[in-house]
């Protein structure tokens, strides 16, 4: 007996869908079959007579449990996606098996998200989220936060409903995984974002790469929602700026994450400043002993922080991380010789085979990544990180001086005025400024040429 067909698909085939015609020669299966569990129609350009046509046969889709709606508005003007966008995602919202939606490669700025803000509201069976490179900015992206949230505050509604009636087959799941990648969320949107993962600390996957988040919204995202998601599995926040600050924040992370796999942290400034010794230090601590993957590249980490890694890695007794198979530092600032990267990759490459965890099978890479682009090591990188931190304690210094300058000013010029004033108001002069009231004549005789 033949396997029935359980995906409907027209990925990648380059379709230009304007007409309620068009969408209607491609979609005969659509129409005729009801029993679907995955739909995509990736990769095509959907006008909104051609969404208006499909929304009833996706309504009709009542087994649906994802569907892959990227890069589906490509040449679309902005004012063609937002109907569009409104006809497939109010046929999505009464499908409660459906808990996956990739929306990713659709221009949602601030023109065009009212649609997929109002449906993140709504769906409560959603479970994992994937908005990559929608061109949202800070403010937009906002909005979608703060939508997340409602989604939050409906599911804990829906629960205690189904629980006081006794809904048999009832489940609402939570928000496992939030992709939203490549999107200038920026600072700006961090405190929207912080509170949307406090109300989901189910969650497993959040990945906010290339997202120009710097280091006072990485504090925030981290210490004011993340640390509230102990079930976290995977975290890619690269291509952000952490520093030290980020970093302090990361490592105070790290150890309610127990269920961490994999950590990436690359491309965002850690090596400099004692940020590697930070992260290092807290995964010391033994409390991220599932962890897999650690993605560092681009981060100026030199021989050292390779070194202080190594050493967590190599304290098998403790076994601070046993499972630690992947380590990923192209980009930096080592000889690609070094001694403790030959070690680290010799230990790594080693448990190629063991039985310390799941997801050893083949295709699972072990040891390091390929070193194509090491940077030379500076050999007055310390000295510098030491002038460094001298100057930072030099400028406060200075800073506290200054102020205090500023004060003394700020006292004598108070003490003048008010010596000033005493003075004036005790010998006014009442002579006329002479000088002035020529000028003012001269003004008066003037006539415009």
């Given at each position: 007996?033949?396997?029935?067909?359980?995906?409907?698909?027209?990925?990648?085939?380059?379709?230009?869908?304007?007409?309620?015609?068009?969408?209607?020669?491609?979609?005969?299966?659509?129409?005729?079959?009801?029993?679907?569990?995955?739909?995509?129609?990736?990769?095509?350009?959907?006008?909104?007579?051609?969404?208006?046509?499909?929304?009833?046969?996706?309504?009709?889709?009542?087994?649906?449990?994802?569907?892959?709606?990227?890069?589906?508005?490509?040449?679309?003007?902005?004012?063609?996606?937002?109907?569009?966008?409104?006809?497939?995602?109010?046929?999505?919202?009464?499908?409660?098996?459906?808990?996956?939606?990739?929306?990713?490669?659709?221009?949602?700025?601030?023109?065009?998200?009212?649609?997929?803000?109002?449906?993140?509201?709504?769906?409560?069976?959603?479970?994992?989220?994937?908005?990559?490179?929608?061109?949202?900015?800070?403010?937009?992206?906002?909005?979608?936060?703060?939508?997340?949230s409602t989604l939050a505050d409906r599911k804990a509604e829906a629960r205690i409903h189904?629980?006081?009636?006794?809904?048999?087959?009832?489940?609402?799941?939570?928000?496992?995984?939030?992709?939203?990648?490549?999107?200038?969320?920026?600072?700006?949107?961090?405190?929207?974002?912080?509170?949307?993962?406090?109300?989901?600390?189910?969650?497993?996957?959040?990945?906010?790469?290339?997202?120009?988040?710097?280091?006072?919204?990485?504090?925030?995202?981290?210490?004011?929602?993340?640390?509230?998601?102990?079930?976290?599995e995977v975290l890619d926040l690269q291509d952000n700026t952490f520093t030290h600050v980020?970093?302090?924040?990361?490592?105070?992370?790290?150890?309610?994450?127990?269920?961490?796999?994999?950590?990436?942290?690359?491309?965002?400034?850690?090596?400099?400043?004692?940020?590697?010794?930070?992260?290092?230090?807290?995964?010391?601590?033994?409390?991220?002993?599932?962890?897999?993957?650690?993605?560092?590249?681009?981060?100026?980490?030199?021989?050292?922080?390779?070194?202080?890694?190594?050493?967590?890695?190599?304290?098998?007794?403790?076994?601070?991380?046993?499972?630690?198979?992947?380590?990923?530092?192209?980009?930096?600032?080592?000889?690609?010789?070094?001694?403790?990267?030959?070690?680290?990759?010799?230990?790594?490459?080693?448990?190629?085979?063991?039985?310390?965890?799941?997801?050893?099978?083949?295709?699972?890479?072990?040891?390091?990544?390929?070193?194509?682009?090491?940077?030379?090591?500076?050999?007055?990188?310390?000295?510098?990180?030491?002038?460094?931190?001298?100057?930072?304690?030099?400028?406060?210094?200075?800073?506290?001086?200054?102020?205090?300058?500023?004060?003394?000013?700020?006292?004598?010029?108070?003490?003048?005025?008010?010596?000033?004033?005493?003075?004036?108001?005790?010998?006014?002069?009442?002579?006329?400024?002479?000088?002035?009231?020529?000028?003012?004549?001269?003004?008066?005789?003037?006539?415009?040429?």
């Amino acid at each position: 007996m033949s396997t029935p067909t359980t995906t409907f698909s027209l990925e990648g085939r380059g379709l230009k869908l304007d007409t309620e015609d068009d969408a209607r020669s491609h979609t005969q299966d659509l129409s005729s079959t009801k029993t679907y569990t995955h739909i995509s129609l990736s990769g095509n350009t959907l006008g909104a007579p051609a969404c208006t046509y499909l929304a009833p046969l996706l309504s009709a889709q009542t087994s649906l449990t994802s569907i892959n709606l990227a890069d589906i508005f490509t040449s679309r003007l902005l004012s063609e996606i937002p109907p569009a966008l409104a006809s497939l995602l109010t046929a999505l919202l009464p499908l409660q098996n459906l808990t996956t939606i990739d929306l990713s490669d659709n221009a949602f700025g601030l023109k065009t998200q009212a649609p997929l803000v109002d449906f993140l509201r709504q769906h409560v069976p959603l479970q994992h989220l994937i908005l990559n490179n929608n061109g949202l900015g800070p403010e937009a992206g906002t909005h979608i936060a703060t939508a997340l949230s409602t989604l939050a505050d409906r599911k804990a509604e829906a629960r205690i409903h189904a629980a006081n009636n006794a809904t048999k087959g009832t489940h609402i799941p939570p928000l496992e995984t939030l992709i939203c990648g490549r999107n200038r969320l920026e600072t700006g949107s961090m405190a929207a974002w912080a509170q949307a993962f406090q109300k989901h600390p189910h969650l497993k996957t959040v990945k906010m790469v290339q997202n120009g988040i710097r280091q006072p919204g990485i504090c925030t995202l981290l210490r004011d929602g993340l640390q509230n998601c102990p079930e976290l599995e995977v975290l890619d926040l690269q291509d952000n700026t952490f520093t030290h600050v980020g970093a302090e924040a990361l490592s105070s992370s790290l150890p309610l994450w127990p269920h961490l796999r994999e950590l990436g942290v690359g491309d965002s400034l850690l090596g400099r400043k004692g940020g590697m010794g930070m992260l290092c230090a807290a995964l010391s601590q033994g409390r991220n002993k599932e962890l897999r993957v650690l993605r560092l590249q681009y981060n100026e980490i030199d021989s050292r922080g390779v070194a202080r890694l190594l050493k967590v890695v190599e304290e098998e007794k403790e076994g601070k991380l046993p499972r630690l198979r992947r380590v990923e530092l192209n980009g930096n600032k080592f000889a690609e010789e070094d001694e403790g990267v030959a070690r680290l990759r010799k230990v790594l490459e080693g448990r190629r085979g063991d039985d310390s965890g799941e997801g050893d099978g083949e295709g699972e890479e072990f040891g390091l990544d390929e070193f194509s682009d090491l940077e030379e090591e500076d050999s007055d990188v310390e000295e510098e990180d030491e002038e460094e931190e001298a100057e930072d304690i030099d400028s406060d210094a200075e800073a506290e001086e200054k102020k205090e300058d500023e004060k003394e000013k700020t006292k004598k010029a108070e003490a003048i005025v008010r010596d000033a004033e005493e003075e004036e108001g005790r010998n006014v002069s009442q002579k006329q400024h002479t000088e002035v009231d020529v000028l003012a004549e001269k003004m008066g005789r003037t006539e415009m040429i």
